[in-house]
């Protein structure tokens, strides 16, 4: 994994009740059981560390840039490109 990567899993590690070291950009969020008080926290933390906003609404249950740990990494790139 790539710095990028390797950030945003520690914030979800940070997160998780119950920490994995499985965690690659396959994995599911939801097989992390974050819960989204948890992912808001979540989405917060990668704000600060990369610098970016996410626009993230928590009562959208269906968004394709949360569904995966790889997307959640590319949503971040794609952001961070956008804003330098």
Do not use: W
């Not at 989405?43 to 970016?52: A, K, L």
């Not at 990494?73 to 956008?82: D, H, I, N, P």
């Amino acid at each position: 994994m790539d710095e990028v990567s390797t950030k945003i899993v520690d914030i979800l590690k940070k997160h998780m009740k119950e920490p994995r070291d499985d965690i690659g950009m396959s994995t599911a969020l939801t097989d992390l059981k974050i819960e989204s008080l948890d992912l808001a926290m979540i989405v917060f933390d990668i704000e600060d560390s990369f610098g970016i906003e996410i626009p993230y609404n928590a009562n959208e249950t269906d968004t394709n840039d949360f569904k995966t740990v790889g997307s959640v990494v590319e949503k971040v790139r794609s952001l961070a490109a956008a804003k330098a």
